[in-house]
């Protein structure tokens, strides 16, 4: 997918223009609470241009769904967020705090302007209420200038823009199978058309055949109704297809960002160079595949140095006690940023270590 460039540098300054940022989150921290309270996001800054998709990678537990609740301000206790800011500039040019809408604006904003697919089909659908009148109480609810006619109109036309025949209006969901209840969930998701579609691990589970006619018809539509897309999956191979963007969280950071198609031959973080040998190269090339020994650390506790170090094969003393920056490459397509120690000169002089250019294996 070839969309403008994204900016993203965390909190650095960012690199696109004011205008073509569609959505800007500034420092969310999430966290969920308890005796100890689990620091599930911990200050994550990133932009997104308008009709660009933007993939969000990692592991599970590291965050990245926990920030598309932040994000949708669908967070529910014990989960809140603690600090950050997120801004949405619309299609008009106003400029929304999503912080300070009150629940009615956010009820309107969430369809209109930004909305969610998420991993289950079948809990996103009323099981007991046909498809034609789910789509219907999205029209009433928020377009109730449409009449009956128009309503269904409209609902066949959705159906048929997502491969799936006009008159399953009057099928519920159960009498469709997982992949259409996807569609459907994705047809309702553009239903207001709205200029930022979140999708969190929308295809996971599905059969690999389904799931690429799925992502198929995505790339279509967006080419066609000019959304953005924030694609959140432990998929990186996935990701490395469909998005012009990639940010890899891990321990609920951002550890590297970069444009997708550079990042699977040039990764920059030791995270991320192990994430790519842990599954198949996208060529057909065999090589062996390494998983990432270790688990990602207890969040209860922040690390005090990078929450990588116990499980990163080039660690070295610095690791252990200061936590790095995410700092700009200055790579050519970039913004392209890293937070690791091998990319911040200072340490890496002090230590005499290498960079981590070209250690990908
Ligand atoms: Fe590994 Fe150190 Fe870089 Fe963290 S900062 S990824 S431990 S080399």
């Known amino acids: 997918m070839n969309a403008p460039a994204t900016g993203l540098t965390g909190p ?14 500034r420092d969310i921290r999430v966290e969920y609470d308890g005796e100890r309270p689990t620091r599930a996001v911990r ?8 009709g ?6 990692g592991e599970s537990g590291c965050g990245k769904s926990t920030l598309a609740y932040a994000l949708t301000r669908m967070l529910k206790a014990p989960a809140r967020m603690t600090g950050g800011s997120l801004t949405f500039r619309t299609r008009e040019g106003e400029e929304l705090d999503l912080l300070s809408l009150d629940d009615e604006e956010l009820r309107t904003f ?14 996103a659908l009323n099981p007991v209420t046909t498809i034609g009148r789910q789509f219907g109480d999205i029209f009433r609810a928020h377009r109730p200038d ?22 399953r209006t009057s099928s519920y969901p159960h009498e469709l199978s ?3 209840r996807q569609r459907v969930v994705i047809a309702m998701a553009l239903a207001l058309e709205p200029e930022v579609v979140i999708m969190d691990e929308p295809t996971t589970a599905l059969d690999v055949v389904v799931q690429r006619e799925i992502l198929d018809e995505v790339e279509r539509l967006r080419e066609e109704l000019g959304f953005s897309v924030i694609f959140i999956t432990h998929d990186l191979g996935l990701l490395l297809e469909i998005s012009d963007r990639l940010a890899v969280m891990y321990a609920g950071e951002i550890i590297e960002y970069a444009p997708a198609e550079e990042l699977a031959t040039r990764a920059a973080h030791p995270y991320t160079q192990g994430l790519l040998r842990s599954f198949p190269d996208l060529t057909g090339v065999r090589r062996e595949l390494r998983g990432i020994p270790g ?17 990163c094969e080039h660690a070295f003393d610095p690791c252990r006690s200061s936590a790095p920056r995410l700092l700009d490459l200055g790579r050519p397509g970039g913004p392209w940023t890293a937070a690791c120690h091998l990319n911040d000169p200072g340490h890496r002089s002090a230590a005499g270590a290498p960079t981590t250019e070209g250690r990908q294996s």
Do not use: H
């Open 52 to 57: 660009e998709v933007l993939g969000i990678a």
């Open 146 to 167: 449409m009449g009956k006619d128009e309503r269904l109109s409209r609902t066949r036309a959705l159906l048929e823009m997502v491969g799936i025949d006009a008159g």
């Open 178 to 180: 997982g992949g259409m």
């Open 43 to 50: 200050g994550v800054s990133f932009e997104l241009r308008r």
């Open 110 to 123: 969430r369809w209109t302007r930004l909305s969610m697919v998420f991993q289950s089909a079948m809990n």
């Open 12 to 25: 650095a300054e960012p690199a696109a223009g004011p205008r073509d940022v569609v959505l800007r989150a």
């Open 295 to 311: 688990s990602p650390p207890d969040l209860r506790a922040e690390p005090p140095g990078c929450a990588f170090a116990d499980r």
